[in-house]
Each structure stands twice: as C-alpha cells, then as structure tokens.
C-alpha cells in the first residue's frame, strides 16, 4: 500500500506542477505563444523552432501540439507548417528530462513554499505568475522525491525484477508498456520521469529503458487526436502527422536499438553522466534524429495523411484571388480594380459570418459558431493582405480620382474588418448565454432577429453598392442605418420595462443589450461603406 501511495502521490503532484509550471510560463508569455507559432512558420525549418520555443515554455508538447492542431483548424497555419512545429514540440519536450536530471529533489519542498509565499502574498499579476511557475517547479520535484520513495522497493520485489528482465530481453514488450502508460497518464514527462527514476535506483538498465521511453513518444499522440476530434479536416491530418511521425521516428530506432544503447553509454561515461541525465540524453538525441531524418519528407508527410484523410481543406488560409502584384508598376488603376473585387469579396465573408452568428443564436448549433469565428479569422487575414496591397499602391502615381479610390478602399476593408469584430463579440455573447443557462423572452428574441434581419440586409446592400459604384444602393443603406439605430433606442426602452417588471433576468438583459449594441454598431460600418460610395458624409441629422 506504501509503494502504491507514494507512487500516484508522488505522479499526481509532479503532474500539478508540470500543469501548474506550464501555466505560470505561458501567463507570463501571454498570446506571444500563440503569436510566435501564428509568424515563425513561412517555412519548416522556422516552424521546427518556433514548436521547439513554445514547448520549451509552456512544459508539454501535447499543449503545443494541441494549439497548432487549433490553429491550423482556425486557417491560420498550413498543413505543411504545421508539421515543422509538431517536429520543433517533440525536441522541445526533452527539456523537462534535462531539468529533472539536475537533480534538485531536495530542494522541492523550498522551491514549493517560495511559490506558494508569492501566490499567497502579491497581488501583481506578473508576480502571480511567476509564483505559480516556481511554485509547479517546486512540485515537480517534491513529486518525483515521493515517487522515487514509492518505487524504490520495487527492484526487490521477484515480479518486478523478471517484468525489467523481460522488457530488457524482449523491447517490444518496453514500447508497448512505454505507450499505454503514457496514454493513461496523457504526459510524456510523467512516463520520462519514472523511467529516470527506476533507471537511477537501478532497478532497470539502460536496454530496457529505451524501449519505452521511445514507447512514449507513440502514445503522447493521443493528446492531440482528442483535440482534433470534431475539428475540420486540416486539424484531423495535423494530428495523424504527430502519430505518423513519432510513430516512424520509434519503428526506425527500434531497428538500431543495439548501437543506439552502446552510443548512449558512450556518452554517458564519456561526460560523466548521473542515471537521470543519460535518460535526458537519450530522449534529446532520439528526438533530434528524428527530426533531422524526416525533415526533407515534410512534404511526403503532408500528402501521406491528405491521403489517409479525405476531403476538402475548408479551413486553409484564404489566399487572395485579385491582389496580383504585378499590376501596381504596370497599371495602378487596373491594380486599383483589382483590389476593390478582393474588397468586396472580404465583405462577402463579412456577410456570412454575420448571417452564421444569427443562425447560432437562434438554434445553438456550435457549427456555426465555429463557422463564424473562422470567418473573422479569415477577415483579419485578408485585411492584412489587401492592406498591404494598398500601401504598395499608394507608393505609385495615382491620379486624383484613383487615390480617392485608394483611400475608400483602406477606409471600407477596416470597416468590414470591425464587422467581423463585432460578429465574434455576437458569438461569444451567444456562448456565454448557453454556458450559463440564461434564457432569453419570447419578445427580445423576436426584436432581435428583426434586428439581426436588418443589419443583415445593410451589410448585403453596402457591400453590393460598393461592387457596382450603386449610389442608389447606398442610400438605401443610408435608410437602413436610420432604422437601426432607432430599433435600438426603442429595444432599450422595452428592455428596461420587462427588467422592472421582472420579466427579464439581469444576465439575460446583459446578454441582450450588448448584443444590440454590436449590431447597431454592425450598422454604423455598413453605413460608412456607404458614404464611400456617396463620396460624402451623412449628417447626423438625417440618420
């Protein structure tokens, strides 16, 4: 009972501070994560980096591989750039190996109160973070100090003894026992440390104790097929990438397992390496070979799992259509049409996220939620490029006229941009409804489909009046945004009536009022599209 105790003691705390470590990092980082996986991947190499960075910071290639897996099903990221990160997450997770064999166990219990004086008694929230870091650092030591206790009996008991021959003798029995513990545990460094400890108590040698660790690598994959599971199919043949991978990386070492061990010895005696360290070692090397062998198959990778995953990518990265370049230095003007068509295009998208954010508040089906929310992600992508696309226009002779044009365009892409914005704000005002259970009256339903009816048809009518130069659309659109903001002001009023009444719950009137606001603001964008078109302010008296 002892060895039981202290054993899922001991991993049950040093999981808390991988996650509680893993957490204080990526705190202290914010979303330059995800910014750093969103720009270091234009191509595999700067990909294998930037997997390597994150998982170095937030302590688990699973989490890595996890936000890649969410980005690519976001269209931020490509297939192809998608496996140079999940190549960089798995040399990326041997750092906890490496922090382990330092061999601090001593010092966990310190280490454990400076975090928890510095959660207990600040009150910055850097200085927060920074505790929980420590504080999970502390913890990871304090559990494998209690694991090691757990364990050490173990090498004395006869079962145990011919279970570690047998794994020496037999390595595929090592790999499977290596996988299946990791998918339990769903941590590769919860398996890693085990293996160091056993291995440094001498309770397994060093032929055994590859095998699984290699097994490890294998059954860490499941963390990221549970993520992509619902998600587009991009995100499905991302996952399949980092079972592939690691599953091939395994198969092919297994094969040289005998000279494997001897370099691992040799490298062992010849920097004087502790137990934990040459694990450490072991599951570097192993990971950068892997790495460096199927580096220049990326591509064979990509069309492997396209393969074995049909269907069609809908969540790759919008590419513009129009935005030909060579058109700015040759023909500024047709260069000029040519972007106004992508503009449009954009207000296309603009169009159906907002049509997709009604249907989700009115039948809570999250597919369109995921819809919508790709489609703001792919507004701010192309905002990105037809924006640059201008700037490198305004750099030409543009005559009166044209530049008129050009600084409408600039003027409507940012608007169909906060349309989206506001879209998104729509979707998680939705999401937030259903989380907490609030229902919305019968009366505010029906005001809000009237209204969601009518910044619908002002967005549509804006952005065919910017296709066609249609002024007369553009009145109307004028019209529109005047009905808009009157249904506001009297939806208001009605709303604060039913919430007198008591007919309306608080939550549900938050819900309400912000959802109003966004689309009385949706109204004001498709407004300025408009008066672009005008050439012409609207006075605030007439709308």
């Known amino acids: 009972m002892n060895i039981i105790f202290e054993f899922l003691g001991g ?12 957490e204080g990092l990526q705190k202290s980082a914010g979303d330059r994560l995800k910014d750093i996986l969103d720009k270091l991947t234009s191509n595999p190499l700067l990909g294998v980096i930037a997997g390597m960075v994150v998982t170095m910071l937030i302590q688990s290639s699973s989490g890595t591989t996890v936000l890649t897996v969410g ?65 999970g650092f502390g913890a990871l030591f304090f559990g494998l100090q209690l694991m090691g206790g757990g364990l050490e009996p173990l090498q004395h008991l006869q ?29 590769s460094s919860a398996t890693v440390g085990i293996l160091q400890n056993l291995f440094g108590q001498g309770a397994i040698d060093l032929q055994g104790a590859l095998p699984v660790l290699f097994g490890n690598n294998i059954g860490t994959t499941i963390t990221a097929i549970l993520a992509s599971i619902g998600a587009t199919v991009a995100a499905r043949r991302a996952a399949l ?14 094969f040289v397992l005998s000279p494997y061990t001897a370099l691992i010895e040799t490298i062992q005696n010849a920097l004087g390496l502790n137990a934990e360290m040459t694990i450490a070692f072991a599951h570097g090397i192993f990971n950068i070979l892997n790495t460096i062998i199927l580096f220049p198959f990326i591509g064979g990778l990509a069309w ?24 700015i230095q040759q023909s500024p003007s047709v260069a000029l049409d040519q972007a106004k068509e992508e503009v449009v295009r954009m207000g296309e998208f603009a169009l159906q996220g907002l049509e997709e954010a009604t249907l989700f ?39 009166d006229a044209d530049s008129e044009r050009h600084s409408a365009l600039l003027d409507s892409v940012r608007d169909i941009e906060r349309i989206g914005d506001h879209f998104e704000n729509i979707v998680e005002l939705t999401q937030f409804k259903i989380s907490n259970k609030t229902t919305l009256t019968d009366q505010a339903r029906e005001d809000l489909n009237e209204m969601f009816k009518l910044a619908n048809e002002a967005v549509s009518v804006a952005i065919r009046s910017l296709a066609n130069r249609d002024r007369e659309k553009a009145l109307t659109v004028v019209k529109y945004e005047e009905k808009i903001n009157q249904m506001e002001k009297t939806y208001r009023k009605k709303h604060i009536i039913r919430l007198n009444k008591g007919i309306c ?24 599209i408009a008066e672009e078109v005008l050439g012409e302010k609207i006075p605030e008296t007439i709308h």
Not at 162 to 187: A, K, R, Y
């Open 505 to 528: 719950s608080p939550s549900a009137g938050i819900v309400y009022v912000d959802i109003i606001s966004n689309l009385e603001r949706i109204g004001d964008h498709a407004l300025n």
């Open 304 to 327: 492997l799992v396209t393969k074995l995953v049909p269907g069609e990518d809908s969540s790759a990265t919008v590419q513009p259509t129009h935005l030909d370049p060579i058109f």
């Open 241 to 254: 990438t980092h079972v592939i991978f690691n599953l091939i990386g395994s198969i092919l070492i297994m």
């Open 361 to 399: 508040l009115n039948n809570h089906d999250t597919s369109h939620a995921d819809r919508a929310l790709k489609l703001e992600n792919t507004l701010n992508n192309m905002d990105q490029e037809i924006t640059a696309y201008l700037i490198d226009l305004a750099a030409t002779q543009l005559s």
């Open 71 to 135: 980005l690519v099903n976001a269209g931020f990221m490509t297939l192809r750039q998608s496996i140079g990160v999940i190549m960089g997450a798995n040399i990326g997770t041997t750092i906890t190996a490496f922090i382990i064999g330092i061999k601090l166990e001593e010092y966990g219990l310190p280490i454990l109160a400076v975090g928890a004086l510095m959660l207990f008694f600040f009150k910055n929230q850097k200085v927060l973070n920074v505790g929980q870091a420590i504080f």
């Open 159 to 187: 079962g145990f003894q011919e279970l570690m021959v047998e794994m020496s003798d037999n390595s595929i029995l090592g790999l499977i026992i290596g996988t299946v513990f990791t998918l339990v545990v769903q941590s």
């Open 11 to 22: 991993l049950g705390i040093f999981l808390l501070g991988i996650k509680s470590m893993g």
